[in-house]
């Protein structure tokens, strides 16, 4: 039970850190964490940075409502990775400005939406394939994120923005904000001759910091 009642408030925050940074407009976004064989996540058209830690919803991890209010419409975003990845313990959708912006373009790659533009994006971040643009709250893009042969712990949705795991909340908030930076620092410099890291120098990274390249 502590587990449980450490992660609400631990998720509330998130949340509320989010909007203080701007990366949540409106009653957009969602954030879940993984307590074992549950899923709590934000409930649907609530303001993330209003949250209250006795009312959110929580899932089997096959998608069953089990208590609270009802779950974000994204939640099968939020599954697809706990089920690719056994180690996610959180999850971090956002409709940020530069994300959304740099979804509506084509993506760098077929691995990647996003350049290895920083060392920090693919320390933190890794490649960051684009999903197949859906309607809010349709499976597809859910699908298509689980059936990927790209490894990859974040996600660009076309024309709608970003998708974040992590081992935990905070290292999953701080991915979704690097890959907003690595967003905005692509749409700044686009048209211009960029000097991006090298094939080499972005896998070398990877191999270092645990995260996905190549």
């Known amino acids: 039970m502590s587990d449980l009642l450490t992660s609400r408030d631990a998720l509330v925050e998130a949340g509320r850190h989010l909007v203080s940074l701007g990366l949540s407009p409106g009653t957009s976004g969602n954030i879940s964490v993984r307590v074992g064989d549950r899923m709590i996540i934000t409930p649907t058209n609530e303001s993330m940075g209003e949250l209250d830690p006795s009312r959110l919803a929580v899932l089997s991890l096959s998608g069953e409502h089990l208590e609270g209010p009802r779950p ?25 400005v530069h994300a959304v912006a740099a979804a509506c373009l084509p993506p760098w790659s077929a691995a990647s939406a996003v350049a290895p533009i920083t060392p920090y994006f693919v320390m933190r971040v890794g490649q960051t394939p684009l999903i197949s643009y859906a309607p809010p709250g349709d499976s597809a893009q859910a699908d298509e994120l689980e059936a990927l042969d790209v490894p990859c712990r974040a996600a660009l949705l076309a024309n709608h923005g970003s998708v974040v795991a992590a081992d935990d909340l905070g290292a999953a908030v701080n991915a979704a904000v690097e890959l907003e930076e690595a967003c905005k620092l692509s749409l700044l410099t686009a048209g ?11 896998v070398s990274l990877a191999a270092k910091y645990g995260s996905f390249w190549g």
Do not use: D
Not at 77 to 95: I, T, W
């Open 72 to 96: 974000s419409k994204e939640f099968t975003l939020h599954r697809a990775f706990y089920r690719r990845l056994p180690e996610a313990g959180a999850v971090v959708h956002l409709h940020s």
């Open 192 to 202: 211009r001759p960029v000097s991006l890291l090298t094939h080499e120098q972005a």
